[in-house]
């Protein structure tokens, strides 16, 4: 039996495209582990997987001045040494990374080790994180066309992200009944990110009294954003965050309004879901979801609308076309070739741990 180590933590879009891995990785027999961080959110989701978790030592490496960059560097340093003990005593045939700094120590580990590893990028363009480990690194796997002329040559290969299998197979009649909506109208999936987004939970809420004239909402708001006095409203379901019915809320939705961070994009792209992306701002981020979103728009999967000038009768006005028009970026969707995602990166990662094993 083939062992493989996973690494990658920090935010949930760090985690899930493993997540998403693991049962194809079983059914191909790979004893599977898995490397994150004392308190990141990848051991919360990690807890259900069934397979053991080890926590290293991680520090954020930051662009810019904070006291902590100066204590942080001795914490991946920690995180290197106990990533090589571990690389001792796991004896992996390959480590896959999907980066996030917890990764970075896991991929030099695996390198000083001469154990190959394969990383994940998810972004348009790399992430400090995986810029640090890619040198280190057999193979790249990435989600956009665009990405290949920043990662080495040779070492690029075009996969799309993983989807997790049971957002493929929703029941939009369970979502219909869990919402208590009817099917006269059409359903509008309002998501912000994991944590939610207060520009976008503000402007929808302010544009209910409209929207509700032609269709139903579901809102993810994130943690602490619930608006209790709109508990009662027909037709609009808000909620903090979506578990096990998220399947069925997609599989509801006729429209989706997103964030533009690239797990969630390529999960829409899977369920050819018209959607609208509000990309986080290049003020807020280092403006990946921006140039992720502008990627998705010329191929004709997206409508774009920057956060900067967005009005709510320009996002209402949207919203009506996008939906009027839903059939031509479903057509879209369908024909792009990103879809079997999962297969090729269990190819390559069996690839090159055979290619390894008999080197």
Do not use: W
Not at 70 to 88: A, T, Y
Not at 247 to 261: E, M, P, Q
Not at 280 to 286: P, V
Not at 292 to 313: L, R, Y
């Amino acid at each position: 039996m083939k062992k493989i180590i996973l690494t990658g933590g920090g935010t949930a879009g760090h985690v899930t495209p493993n997540i998403a891995l693991l049962p194809r990785l079983r059914e191909a027999g790979f004893d599977i582990s898995y490397i994150g961080s004392y308190n990141g959110i990848e051991k919360q989701l990690l807890k259900e997987q069934n397979i053991p978790y080890y926590a290293i030592s991680s520090g954020k490496l930051r662009r810019y001045f904070d006291i902590k960059n100066f204590s942080d560097p001795l914490k991946v340093l920690k995180g290197l040494g106990q990533s090589i003990r571990l690389m001792h005593r796991l004896k992996p045939d390959i480590v896959f990374s999907k980066g996030g700094f917890v990764s970075v120590p896991v991929i030099l580990a695996a390198k000083l080790c001469h154990v190959p590893s394969i990383i994940h990028e998810s972004d348009l363009t790399p992430g400090l994180a995986n810029k640090l480990a890619i040198p280190n690194a057999a193979k790249v796997c990435c989600n956009f066309p665009e990405t290949l002329k920043y990662l080495p040559e040779g070492k690029a290969v075009l996969t799309g992200s993983p989807i997790r299998s049971e957002l493929l197979s929703g029941n939009k009649e369970q979502a219909r009944r869990h919402c208590h909506f009817n099917s006269e109208k059409p359903v509008l999936f309002v998501v912000g990110g994991s944590s939610g987004s207060k520009f976008i939970n503000d402007t929808i809420r302010g544009l209910l009294p409209e929207l509700l004239k032609s269709y139903q909402v579901v809102h993810m708001c994130g943690k602490g954003n619930i608006e209790e006095s709109l508990n009662r409203t027909a037709g609009y379901r808000q909620y903090e965050y979506i578990g096990a019915e998220l399947n069925d809320i997609f599989a509801l939705a006729d429209l989706v309004i997103s964030r533009a961070g690239a797990n969630s994009i390529c999960e829409l792209l899977a369920l050819h879901k018209p959607n609208i992306l509000i990309p986080l701002s290049a003020n807020a981020s280092r403006g990946d979801q921006l140039l992720n979103a502008h990627s998705f728009e010329k191929q004709g999967f997206s409508v774009v609308i920057e956060e900067e000038i967005v009005t709510p009768d320009k996002l209402l006005h949207m919203i009506h076309e996008t939906y009027k028009n839903r059939d031509r970026y479903i057509n879209a969707m369908k024909q792009s070739s990103m879809i079997d995602s999962i297969e090729k990166i269990v190819s390559l990662i069996e690839e090159t741990a055979d290619k390894s094993s008999t080197g």
